[in-house]
């Protein structure tokens, strides 16, 4: 078997394939959706972003809070610029140069001024993909203030966000709510999850039975849909359709969650201790690289192959537009390495940081 930690970086390297499938699933997300609402039609590849779905965001939060127990208690200083300025830092990079690109469309449909005030509305109401990197820090900081009170008690509130029908319309209240349940539990149940990757490494066979059973029950709940009508009135309030996925349904949301955790973590186990996948692995060592820089390639690629029409098929543009939304972030930053150049890009400066 392959070792558990990367002897290089020090990184855990199962950690690393959860990260990577994670963010290789959310560029998938945009890709795809980007794709056939342009198209106005569902391709092929659709069926793999609803399975996705319910792992996609629980899992990638949840990998974000394992480590989290080490710098919960650091010093504050110290805890502000590694979970608050950090992400501070390259959001607002980030913001900016995606303005870059997008103010001169919002110019022609809302006006001079449109820019600047989705410009300054984007400090308080995250904007586009960004969304994740705005809220880990509040994560963090809740996680923080949180850490002396019992954990049943703290998980059981955080369940209780999962599952109500909240929908303000603010995202950090709206994403926080959905997801807050995962992080929390990467940090306070850390133990145990990396228990299951021990054991899935162990029992590798095993383990992918359990996950195949899993993504096909998965898939099996965003098959079927139910009439909004016939439902209460508590589960309609998730949605304004007339139909809802038992999928998308309170509680069994949190049930395939769970499942799909199991499943990814499984995977992502047993994957690394034969050493197979290996650019997995690179795509969540370097997750931020791809989630900072994916939006510009796939958009550019997705204008560009529905524009020209020689590929009619469109679950192989969403296919096509995927893969280039993943190796755009790539190249980037392998010329970034290469030239020295841009490095601020994805590392932040001396002048950035609070301690210099």
């Not at 709206?174 to 029992?203: H, I, K, M």
């Not at 809802?244 to 690394?272: E, H, N, R, T, Y």
């Amino acid at each position: 078997m392959r070792d558990y930690v990367h002897l290089e970086s020090g990184r855990v390297v199962w950690v690393d394939y959860l990260k990577g499938f994670c963010i290789l699933l959310v560029v998938m997300l945009h890709s795809v959706a980007g794709v056939e609402k342009a198209a106005g039609a569902d391709g092929w590849m659709h069926i793999f972003v609803e399975v996705s779905q319910p792992m996609r965001m629980p899992a990638f939060f949840l990998a974000s809070g394992l480590f989290f127990m080490r710098g919960v208690d650091k010093p504050l200083g110290r805890f502000l610029d590694t979970k608050v300025l950090h992400f501070a830092y390259f959001y607002v990079l980030w913001l900016t140069i995606q303005f870059a690109f997008k103010a001169p469309g919002m110019a022609a449909e809302g006006g001079l001024a449109a820019p600047f005030v989705n410009y300054l509305l984007a400090f308080v109401q995250p904007f586009g993909t960004l969304w994740f990197i705005y809220i880990l820090p509040v994560f963090f900081i809740v996680t923080r203030l949180v850490r002396t009170v019992p954990v049943p008690i703290v998980l059981a509130a955080a369940v209780l966000l999962q599952v109500l029908p909240i929908h303000t319309g603010a995202v950090v209240i709206d994403e926080f709510a959905s997801y807050f349940v995962w992080f929390f539990a990467g940090y306070a149940l850390s133990g145990q999850v990396f228990a299951l990757a021990d054991f899935a490494r162990r029992n590798p066979v095993t383990m992918l039975a359990v996950t195949i059973a899993i993504m096909a029950v998965t898939w099996f709940a965003t098959r079927w849909a139910a009439p909004v009508a016939g439902l209460p009135d508590w589960v309609a309030d998730f949605t304004d359709a007339s139909t809802i996925a038992f999928s998308m349904m309170p509680v069994v949301s949190l049930i395939l969650g769970i499942g799909g955790v199991v499943a990814l973590v499984s995977l992502s186990a047993v994957l690394s201790a034969f050493g197979k996948g290996e650019f997995i692995r690179w795509c969540g060592a370097h997750s931020i690289v791809i989630y900072l820089a994916f939006f510009l390639p796939m958009a550019v690629t997705r204008v560009v192959l529905l524009k020209l029409g020689v590929v009619t098929d469109i679950g192989t543009v969403s296919l096509l537009v995927w893969i280039a939304a993943v190796a755009g972030p790539v190249l980037l930053f392998w010329l970034v390495q290469i030239t020295g150049l841009g490095r601020f890009l994805f590392e932040r400066p001396r002048w950035a940081r609070l301690s210099g």
